[in-house]
């Protein structure tokens, strides 16, 4: 209840119960109503109170009285405080009243009352206006910076609540040592201060009265500190986090940046700075700035993510593959640690090392090479396949063709040449005919339908590639009534030549000047035919002529073998004459066999 309230119903009850009682009768006076006191001094607050003895023939006693500063509600009594617990004190003399705080702090400053109460309903005061207890902190404050390129000059003040106008006398320290500004008189309250980067200086002030109370010190940051969480080893994919600490007053801003290739990107303020999930990408060079107005210090740290291989790559070299030429493969990862790489080809292990080497490439070394890229934390694999090029190999000719039943080709028929050779690429194949500039077929296979005598000849096959070519012949050889094939050799040619004009000699000899008479030689065949003669009985006189003996001539059926005419003798009866009795002769008409179709 205010005062003017209880003095209201004080009044009313004097005007019901013709009491007169003087409203000054109830008072509290305080001797100071301003008092300002250094942080962590004792603090007394002095007072007296007054109220009447005598109230409706009562006499007046107090019954409690204490010291408060909270206006909400209800007044509390400061002991029963929590922040003021043990550390004030109240008197105890009849209408006298007094507290004692020791050890103030910032937070004391406030106005503090003293309330009493009496034994009647309406008998409590509380002394008005209070007294106002200001807690004085000295500070250094900053009033102005002029930022140079290495330096900055910085003006300061020393602040103290108690003197807001500045009248006290001051005191500047730098590093605990007395000092003057070089410009302000030796006791203002400002004082300018020319700050380095590297300055580590520590300034403060007090008043001249009492130098032994400082202000706390303001100084630039400290050389800062990085922290990692977790401490440990940095692996793709976690959450980390970057931690700034420096010592700075007042306390210094923080910024983070990572250094690129020829800027420098900002990242965040505050201490900390968080990846989430941090990638390889993320490694690199960090720094962290911490700044106040007295300066700044700059702290580097080297973020290095570890992670299994991967980006994984094999290259070859040269790219095209010959056979013969020198081939290099190379595989590559990104890995952190450093991958270690093998070699494999299928399940074969080649080497340790992330170059495999061939120095002389061959067609056996085509397939598939695997690399294999591993470090502590995983690996990863990357095939290449290796194909190795080269020219046509010598090509092979095989002909297909319609014989008849002693092996020869029909005139008529239909021949088939193919030509064949192992090429990387495949080879492509063209057919020419000796002494024909315009190609025959450009496929492998070459079919002539209905052959004639006209398409006898030397035959060429062509296998060709990018790297280069290869030749192959065959002979063609085509009769008037048959077509026969025969290797290209001039042996069994001439043979048959020579066979046919043999014949045609002893026919033209036999018809002009009689048989032709044959002396074997051989007496082991003449003793071999006398014992297959016929009864000298069995003669008619009147056959005198000559027997013939026959031969016939065959050819093999296959190409590849040379074609040789084989002449065999064919047994025929003999008989004998009257002349024949000294020595045997034995007769023989060489004429070619003929064919069923003759």
Same mark, same amino acid.
């Given at each position: 209840m205010s005062l003017t309230a209880a003095l209201r119903g004080f009044v009313v009850l004097l005007c019901c119960f013709s009491v007169v009682k003087s409203q000054t009768d109830w008072k509290v006076k305080y001797y100071q109503t301003e008092i300002c006191a250094d942080k962590g001094s004792t603090v007394v607050i002095l007072c007296s109170y007054d109220f009447p003895v005598m109230l409706n023939r009562v006499s007046t006693t107090v019954k409690k009285s204490f010291w408060f500063i909270r $206006?909400?509600?209800?007044?509390?009594?400061?002991?029963? #405080?929590?922040?003021?617990k043990d550390r004030v004190t109240y008197s105890s003399s009849p209408k006298s009243c007094y507290l004692i705080i020791s050890g103030v702090r910032e937070s004391d400053s406030a106005v503090y009352k003293f309330m009493f109460i009496t034994n009647?309903?309406?008998?409590?005061? %509380?002394?008005?206006?209070?007294?106002?207890?200001?807690?004085?902190?000295l500070q250094?404050?900053?009033?102005? =910076?002029?930022?140079?390129?290495?330096?900055? #000059?910085?003006?300061?003040? +020393?602040?103290?609540?108690?003197?807001?106008k500045g009248l006290e006398e001051y005191v500047w320290f730098i590093n605990g040592e007395e000092t003057r500004s070089?410009?302000?008189? &030796? $006791?203002?309250? =400002?004082?300018?201060?020319?700050?380095?980067?590297? /300055? $580590?200086?520590? %300034?403060?002030?007090?008043?001249?009265?009492?130098?032994?109370?400082q202000s706390p010190e303001v100084y630039a940051p400290r050389t800062p500190t990085v922290s990692l969480d977790p401490p440990t080893e940095i692996l793709e994919g976690r959450s980390v986090t970057l931690t700034c600490s420096s010592d700075a007053n007042p306390a210094a801003k923080f910024n983070w940046f990572k250094k690129m290739k020829s800027s420098v990107k900002i990242l965040s303020q505050g201490p900390q700075f968080v990846f989430d999930s941090i990638q390889s990408t993320d490694s690199g060079d960090y720094y962290c700035k911490v700044q106040n107005?007295?300066?700044? *210090? %700059?702290? #580097?740290?080297?973020?290095?993510? *570890?992670?299994?291989p991967k980006n994984i790559s094999v290259s070859v070299n040269p790219p095209e593959i010959l056979e013969g030429s020198s081939v290099t493969l190379t595989c590559s990862s990104d890995a952190n640690p450093a991958a270690n790489y093998t070699w494999f080809k299928a399940k074969n292990r080649l080497n340790a090392a992330n170059v495999y080497h061939l120095p002389s490439i061959n067609i056996n070394d085509s397939g598939i090479y695997r690399c294999k890229s591993e470090n502590k934390h995983g690996w990863i694999n990357s095939s290449v396949h290796i194909d190795v090029l080269y020219p046509p190999r010598s090509p092979s000719v095989h002909l297909s063709r319609t014989i008849n039943?002693?092996?020869?080709?029909?005139?008529?028929? /239909?021949?088939?040449? $193919? +030509?064949?050779?192992?090429?990387?690429?495949?080879?492509?194949? =063209?057919w020419f005919k000796e002494n024909k500039d315009s190609p025959k077929s450009e496929e492998q296979m070459f079919t002539i339908s209905d052959i004639t005598a006209e398409d006898g000849g030397l035959y060429i096959c062509v296998a060709q590639n990018k790297l280069g070519q290869q030749n192959s012949t065959v002979q063609v050889s085509v009769g008037s009534g048959s077509v026969g094939l025969a290797a290209a050799c001039s042996i069994p040619a001439v043979l048959l030549t020579l066979i046919f004009l043999a014949v045609?000699?002893? *026919?033209?000899?036999?018809?002009?000047?009689?048989?032709?008479? %044959?002396r074997s030689q #051989? *007496?082991?065949?003449?003793?071999?035919?006398?014992?297959?003669? &016929?009864?000298?009985?069995?003669?008619?006189?009147a056959e005198d002529e000559t027997e013939i003996q026959y031969a016939t001539v065959t050819f093999t059926k296959r190409q590849e073998d040379p074609l040789y005419s084989n002449i065999e003798p064919v047994k025929a009866k003999r008989r004998r004459d009257a002349h024949e009795d000294k020595e045997d002769v034995v007769y023989s008409l060489v004429g070619p066999s003929r064919s069923p179709a003759d």
């Open positions: $206006t909400e509600g209800e007044p509390v009594d400061l002991r029963e #405080d929590p922040e003021y009647h309903q309406t008998g409590r005061y %509380i002394g008005e206006p209070g007294v106002r207890l200001t807690v004085r902190d250094v404050l900053l009033v102005s =910076t002029s930022v140079q390129q290495e330096d900055s #000059d910085v003006q300061l003040k +020393c602040f103290i609540r108690c003197d807001p070089r410009i302000q008189s &030796e $006791t203002s309250q =400002t004082f300018l201060y020319r700050s380095w980067n590297s /300055s $580590t200086d520590r %300034i403060s002030c007090s008043l001249r009265s009492s130098k032994t109370d107005y007295l300066g700044l *210090k %700059i702290s #580097d740290f080297k973020l290095e993510v *570890k992670y299994a039943g002693s092996g020869q080709i029909l005139e008529g028929s /239909s021949v088939t040449l $193919t +030509c064949s050779s192992d090429a990387n690429p495949a080879a492509n194949y =063209t045609l000699f002893l *026919k033209i000899f036999r018809r002009s000047s009689g048989p032709l008479v %044959i #051989d *007496k082991d065949a003449q003793n071999r035919e006398g014992s297959d003669r &016929e009864d000298p009985t069995s003669r008619h006189p």
